[in-house]
């Protein structure tokens, strides 16, 4: 769990190469991850660039990172 109240998603950063994936949700608990409160997932791949992807999403519930694999991110939200 990344924030258990309400908070802003702004960005998620990827640091460069690894494999698996990440799915964002806008939930408080893990129990709370449905196929509704995923927001984005990403598959990825053995190779992948540095960059960073603007998301912008207001969760009402909280938000939580769920991730399968060997994957790295920064999530950037706001309170």
Known sequence: VI???????????????????????????????????????????TTSVAGNIEIGVHCKKGLLYQATGTPLVTIVNED
Not at 32 to 38: D, I, M, P, V
């Open 3 to 45: 924030s258990d109240h309400p908070t802003q998603l702004i960005r998620v950063l990827f640091p460069g190469t690894y494999v698996g994936t990440v799915a964002l949700h806008d939930a408080n608990a893990a129990a709370g991850t449905t196929a509704t409160s995923q927001i984005i997932s990403f598959g990825i791949p």
